[in-house]
């Protein structure tokens, strides 16, 4: 089984700041894992994605994430916050046994002028 | 590439009733997926289509069905409404074919109340 563990239910930083944004995956298989962003009455936008191509990989607007196997974490960070960047952040797994994505329970950035 | 579409985007029921929400993926996706999104149970899977079959299933009762078309659209379809199932219903397609990397892409949801 899968699991995803987002460490912070909320997240408040002031604009400007490093953003960083905790998961923590369990699979048994080599998973593939994701970053989805969802804004107020929104569905959910894809940042970035593993797919084991690469351990550091980008996402669009300034996102990054870096896959640690050893820690089996997978943290979002952003260098500097942008007040657009306010939103509910998913990280989410899935394994080979089937288009399921699991996802963590989610964590709310709040920006800060 | 449109994206993918849900309809309708808001819905009130009550309780008993039945409700069925459409969902049509992104051109060329075939995998079709449902997820509900609550407060207090979080982003929950409910099943896939893929080719007019359902291929994975959640931990749902069979009031939560869905079904899948020949040109990939789907509808879930809940009967018997409680008001726990209150939610916002997200849809997602994804390309399920060779190099595949399984990323799913979402609609914008369909939000149902319950009353």
């Known amino acids: 089984a899968q699991s995803v563990t987002q460490l912070g239910s909320h997240v408040s930083v002031s604009e400007g700041a490093l953003v960083l944004l905790r998961c923590n995956y369990s699979?048994?298989?080599?998973?593939?894992l994701f970053w989805y962003v969802q804004y107020p009455n929104q569905g959910l936008q894809l940042l970035l994605k593993?797919?084991?191509?690469?351990?550091l990989v980008k996402g669009i607007n300034g996102f990054e994430a870096e896959f640690k196997k050893s820690e089996t974490s997978f943290h979002l960070t952003k260098p500097s916050a942008h007040m657009s960047d306010a939103a509910e952040y998913f990280c989410?797994?899935?394994?080979?046994?089937?288009?399921?994505?699991?996802f963590g329970g989610g964590t709310r950035l709040m920006v800060k002028p | 590439k449109a994206g993918v579409t849900q309809t309708p985007r808001y819905l009130i029921k009550t309780r008993g009733q039945q409700v069925t929400l459409s969902c049509s993926p992104i051109?060329?996706?075939?995998?079709v997926s449902w997820y509900q999104q609550t407060p207090g149970q979080g982003l929950q899977f409910l099943f896939e289509?893929?080719?007019?079959?359902?291929?994975n299933k959640g931990n749902f009762p069979g009031r939560f069905s869905g079904r899948q078309f020949s040109n990939s659209r789907s509808e879930m379809n809940v009967s018997t409404l409680e008001l726990g199932d209150s939610a916002l219903y997200l849809c997602?397609?994804?390309?399920?074919?060779?190099?595949?990397?399984?990323?799913?892409?979402f609609g914008p949801g369909t939000r149902l109340t319950v009353t």
């Open positions: 997602a397609s994804s390309y399920d074919g060779q190099g595949a990397t399984y990323e799913q892409y």
């Open positions: 289509y893929f080719s007019e079959t359902q291929r």
């Open positions: 051109s060329g996706h075939r995998s």
């Open positions: 699979s048994s298989v080599p998973p593939y």
């Open positions: 593993y797919t084991s191509a690469a351990t």
């Open positions: 989410a797994v899935i394994s080979n046994a089937g288009n399921m994505l699991t």
